[in-house]
């Protein structure tokens, strides 16, 4: 039985997990061997192999970790008691703030995720897609009820907010010369921006 626990005390998982998390970023995937992998976590590969069970399971964990904590808050501002223009912001605002705070995942999923076994690769899928789904419907409520446009399909409106976002490891910076809520506030207003009747735009 491994150790929950290793050398500075943090756990076993988490020490992997940021070994590998570090080593995908600045080497790539293909080019990072468990070997290394436990060597920069100061662990055994028995460790490894206890945990995660191959270098794919680490991949797959490494993106996994982001989406559930981005579906939870997403989750939050669906259901709050406020208004739905309210609630999308606070929504797209989020999921900005949070991408760049794990820009190394998001630069390893989008690089390396063709590299998950097909079965990982549909699990992926499939919870990218209900995370697009409920920030759909917070558009198609919107929508509904006459407070967003309904000129643009809200498929597209989505695509249109995620594209933005999934762009954001190829340059942002944070020596640059705005925050990570600066971004996120300037993204969601675009956002909020396109969907009001008329593209009037207010705060």
Known sequence: MAKAMEGDGTPVPQRLLAA??????????????VQDIVEAAGVTKGALYHYF??????????Y??????????LDAFAGADAPVEERLRG??????VTTIEHLDDATIFFRSMHQLSPEKNKQ??????????????????GQKAGVFSTSTPADLVVD????????????????????????????ADLLLRAL???GTSQR
């Open 160 to 187: 249109y907010h995620f594209g933005s976002v999934h762009h954001l490891a190829s340059w942002y910076r944070p020596e640059g010369p705005l925050s990570p809520q600066q971004v996120a506030d300037h993204l």
């Open 91 to 96: 929504a797209a605002a989020d999921v900005v």
């Open 124 to 141: 992926v899928r499939a919870e990218r897609r209900r995370y697009h789904e409920r920030f759909r419907a917070l558009i198609e409520e």
């Open 20 to 33: 590998a998390t570090r080593l995908f970023a600045e080497r790539g995937y293909d080019r990072t061997s």
């Open 196 to 198: 009001r009747p008329g």
């Open 53 to 62: 069970g191959s270098k794919d399971d680490l991949l797959h964990e490494i």
């Open 64 to 73: 996994g970790r982001v989406l559930r904590q981005q579906q939870e808050r």
